[in-house]
């Protein structure tokens, strides 16, 4: 593509030197990344600043630079586009430069602190098995077809995302399924994207080390519906789901622009409600009500935060056209997310459960569950992340770990480079409770878990779930909870 044509998306702009007749044939915001005719993108980061690697992304072949700030001497000749924003530029340029992706799919996009992944799934599911080719991005992995492509973000960046979506579509998929996180909103990760379908699952306490209050962390959540549809080309129906039990998501309902589509636990008037719940070891059933009648659901999934993620699901896929009577049959045989609730079979006489409840509110849901179950105790495995993270529900983590436990081991999950002890602190220090052990080794606690565990208990291991690493350090370390548990227990 000429630098002309993809500089014609963006208004406001000063152009240093002559971009006529440069073909652009890649876009970076890594100097290590430069390949032929490549643009680089100068973006300022929580980090390293993009505009200090100017002068070895040249060095490297870059033919052109988009920055926000002066860097004429460090780009000598090479010609640069000065924007106000180049986050929000380099995303809008992605768009262009895969040529609008997210217009040629159904695009479903879930925001919320919990659920996301199961809905997604949830989604996924019912899109294949009613005939749609579905690609999907989120926390623990992309998947496009059988293509599978690791992620250390929920959400990518937008030049890796229109990437993306770009091979969604060479790969002849017609649906992306993609969970959105606040930081992707917040870092314009999704700007441009075309979402055809929006769903919020809740909103509760995480990421406050980003957005300081939970009304800033509601408003970023609430971009996505306030911003659905506003691509560069004219799109057609919309549709939000939204969760009316949650507060913030009644305040979403009130101001969405697109057609409200809502779902309920508690509000009978909700369009999807679920009723008459009845909870088993391993399946769950409840009355689904919609549009004045009723249908009998039953699923492999457990507890009642399962049932809001298929109210999401199916409401989700009937926005896409799909009959609920289809969908409710589609989600009878799904058998669940690696890292979510995911039981493991011991041969030992008690239970092990993987999740990755990593806020209060998913290890109340996570706990709380497990509490309804036939058990002798519960054992507990769990630790937070450190570094730049959200410290500030430590208190309340800990607290309803200690309190809906038998037994808590505290342990690593991605420290960073701070102190498992100060961690231990946080996670302590709103509750009295001596019920615990603190192992700085994950898999050292985790074999210490079932080592204390006797016939009739269940351990939890909560936090890492289906992440794909441990991140201590800088080093991002490849870790799989659910390989070391087997390993543990002699079952590989």
Avoid: W
């Avoid at 973006?43 to 630079?65: C, P, R, T, W, Y």
């Avoid at 999907?136 to 492509?149: E, L, P, V």
């Amino acid at each position: 593509m000429l630098a002309s044509e993809l500089f014609s998306y963006i208004r406001i702009k000063e152009i240093s030197g002559n971009i006529d007749g440069i073909e652009i044939k890649q876009l970076s915001q890594d100097n290590r990344q430069i390949g032929q005719n490549t643009a680089f993108i100068c973006i300022k980061g929580s980090q390293v600043d993009g505009h200090d690697f100017v002068e070895s992304a040249k060095e490297n072949g870059a033919v052109l630079f988009v920055a926000s700030e002066d860097i004429s001497e460090k780009a000598g000749g090479v010609p640069v586009v000065y924007v106000k924003d180049t986050a929000k530029v380099m995303a809008r340029l992605a768009d262009v430069f895969y040529d609008f992706p997210s217009e040629k799919l159904y695009m479903v996009g879930i925001t919320g602190t919990n659920g996301k992944t199961t809905t997604a799934h949830l989604i996924e599911h019912i899109f294949e098995k009613c005939g749609f080719s579905t690609g999907i991005m989120g926390t623990i992995g992309h998947r496009i077809g059988k293509i599978k492509i690791p992620t250390k973000n929920t959400t990518p960046d937008a030049l890796t995302l229109q990437g993306i979506l770009r091979k969604m579509i060479d790969e002849r998929c017609d649906s992306c399924v993609m969970e959105v996180s606040s930081h992707a909103i917040a870092l314009d990760r999704v700007l441009g994207c075309n979402f055809d379908c929006a769903i919020f699952t809740n909103l509760t306490h995480e990421h406050l080390e980003l957005h300081k209050t939970m009304e800033n962390y509601a408003h970023t959540k609430q971009r996505l519906f306030l911003e659905q549809g506003h691509s560069l080309k004219n799109s057609q129906f919309k549709a939000a789901v939204i969760n009316v039990d949650d507060k913030y998501g009644r305040d979403f309902a009130a101001e969405t622009v697109s057609e409200l589509i809502t779902y309920s636990l508690k509000d009978e008037n909700a369009d999807f409600f679920a009723r008459e719940l009845k909870f088993e070891a391993d399946s769950t059933k409840f009355v689904l009500v919609f549009s004045g009648k009723k249908y009998d659901v039953k699923t492999n999934l457990i507890g009642e935060f399962n049932v809001y993620n298929l109210l999401a699901a199916i409401a989700g896929a009937f926005a896409r056209g799909i009959a609920v009577e289809k969908a409710i049959e589609a989600v009878a045989d799904f058998g669940g997310v690696d890292g979510r609730m995911q039981r493991i079979e011991t041969g030992r006489g008690y239970s092990v459960i993987v999740d990755f409840a990593h806020t209060p509110d998913g290890l109340e849901n996570a706990l709380g569950t497990l509490n309804k179950l036939p058990h002798k105790n519960i054992i507990t495995v769990i630790g937070h992340s450190g570094g730049n993270r959200d410290s500030s529900m430590r208190p309340e983590l800990g607290k309803i770990a200690l309190e809906n436990s038998e037994r808590v081991i505290f342990t690593a999950d991605n420290p960073r480079h701070e102190k498992i002890e100060d961690i231990v602190e946080g996670l302590i220090s709103a509750c009295p409770s001596e019920n615990y052990i603190v192992i700085e080794k994950r898999e050292e606690a985790i074999k210490a878990a079932f080592d204390m565990a006797s016939e009739g208990d269940i351990v939890l291991l909560a936090g890492k779930g289906g992440e794909p690493y441990q991140v201590i350090g800088d080093e991002y370390i490849p870790y799989d909870e659910a390989e070391v548990a087997k390993k543990l227990l002699n079952l590989n």
